[in-house]
């Protein structure tokens, strides 16, 4: 009797995307210190999305539910930004639970899950810069 092979999860952060374990621990760490730029800040909100669209195709509503609150954490910042990022203790506890889930989370899961969340994502970011150009008349 042949036996079903179970995808296997795959520890992503350590072994297909080591580069964005290390992005998104120094993004944290640039919050945490307050040197934070908005390519640490686009990290954070490409975490949230990605962990979003995984959690959404699991139906994962715990992990949704640290999206959302993520969401609302991440709106906060943005709006305070003027030439820094200034965030509470409870913003920042918020990414910091955003970083610990959403490692938690993609270490629990298939490659497959991942790529395909990553690439939705590309495709949506692209698609929202080419209505943006399109909104401005430059394209």
């Known amino acids: 009797m042949a036996s079903k092979r179970k995808p296997r999860p795959c520890l992503l952060f350590d072994e297909l995307v080591p580069d964005a374990q290390i992005a998104l621990l120094t993004a944290l760490n640039a919050f945490r210190e307050g040197w934070a730029t908005p390519t640490h800040f686009d990290v954070m909100l490409d975490t949230r999305d990605l962990l979003l669209l995984g959690a959404s195709a699991k139906k994962d509503e715990s992990v949704m539910a640290v999206c959302k609150a993520a969401n609302i ?3 906060n910042i943005q709006d305070s930004y003027t030439d820094t990022f ?4 409870d913003e920042l506890g918020v990414l910091a639970m955003l ?3 959403s490692t938690d989370f993609w270490n629990r899961q298939t490659g497959s899950l991942y790529r395909a969340a990553y690439t939705a994502l590309q495709e ?3 698609d929202q810069s080419e209505n943006l150009r399109n909104s401005r008349g430059t394209h």
């Open 73 to 75: 954490a991440l709106a």
């Open 86 to 89: 200034t965030l509470d203790q």
């Open 99 to 101: 970083v610990d889930v």
């Open 124 to 126: 949506w970011r692209r």
